[in-house]
């Protein structure tokens, strides 16, 4: 996949199916889009998904988790357009024609029914459809993805991932939700307690579940390990950061400085200050243990 990041230099050769949005966490209805956009692939147009969103909120994914998981859905091209005055100021008509017409051929749009773009959001669906014709594009509106009566959106993700409910934030996106990071040094306190752990500091706009202990599953290049999992600030050792510490089950393997994905699959208890080592290991013996249970593993 061809990923283009902060510029306005991108051009597409052939004619396109273009989807634009946030697309913060590639939800279920994000992924309706995508995959109108796959059908179109595969009647010779070049799929593009073309994101712009401000750099400084916080977000579901990160962007390179954002850009692997837009590749593996089978995406030709992701354009990451800068949040800048230059596009932001572009009235509607004038980004539809400079930039999806004349930059990226697009000859198909798919975007969802509260789509909005141009300055100040001016531009929706309804103006899309009367440029059709004038702009030589077809016009594909998708209809929003719900469950439980409620339409899918990021804000539905966001607030079932504030309130720990990681079963449902899974039923959203239709994945589990990850963590990724390269594995740092920490103070080796489950090493020494014979509960050896890999940590990550997540990227600081990633928003994170409420600090607890998780079960979890963790991704080490072609390997899957179950774990458990505390996101928190360690409040029995430093409290210094926001963190993610797991331990796997069926590995002691040196990890350090190797990139891993840790997806949280169900919420088991809160982050608290224990009043000694101690008592953090004979809690920590307990996690273990239900997260045994939980996978089934011996």
């Known amino acids: 996949m061809i990923y283009i990041d902060d510029t306005t230099d991108f051009y597409s050769d052939q004619p396109s199916a273009v989807t634009l949005g946030k697309f913060d966490g590639l939800h279920r209805g994000h992924q309706k889009l995508l995959k109108k956009v796959k059908y179109l692939q595969r009647q010779g147009f070049r799929g593009i998904v073309f994101s712009i969103a401000p750099e400084k909120v916080p977000v579901l994914l990160t962007s390179e988790e954002k850009r692997a998981m837009v590749e593996e859905q089978g995406m030709d091209c992701m354009i990451k357009c800068p949040f800048i005055p230059e596009v932001l100021s572009m009235d509607p008509e004038t980004f539809l024609a400079d930039v999806l017409i004349k930059k990226l051929h697009a000859e ?35 209809e929003k993805e719900c469950f439980q009566g409620r339409e899918i959106s990021s804000t539905y993700v966001k607030e079932a991932l504030a309130g720990a409910d990681m079963e449902l934030v899974t039923e959203l996106l239709g994945y589990t939700y990850p963590v990724s990071g390269i594995v740092r040094h920490g103070r080796q306190l489950g090493r020494r307690i014979g509960m050896p752990t890999v940590n990550l500091v ?97």
Request: hydrophobic share 30%; charged share 30%.
């Open 108 to 142: 198909h749009i798919v975007v969802g029914t509260d789509f909005r773009f141009g300055y100040k959001r001016t531009g929706d669906v309804r103006l899309l459809g009367l440029l059709q014709k004038k702009y030589g594009f077809t016009l594909h509106v998708i």
């Open 202 to 298: 997540p990227e600081e706009r990633k928003l994170m579940p409420p600090p607890g202990v998780y079960f979890s599953r963790t991704e080490v290049g072609e390997s899957t390990y179950c774990g458990v999992t505390n996101i928190g600030y360690k409040p029995t050792v430093d409290g210094s950061f926001l963190g993610a510490e797991t331990y796997l089950y069926g590995t002691h393997e040196n990890l350090y400085d190797r990139e891993i994905k840790v997806s949280l699959l169900r919420f088991r208890r809160q982050e608290r200050k224990f009043g000694s080592v101690e008592e953090l290991k004979a809690q920590m013996e307990k996690d273990i243990l239900a997260g045994k249970e939980y996978f089934r593993v011996s």
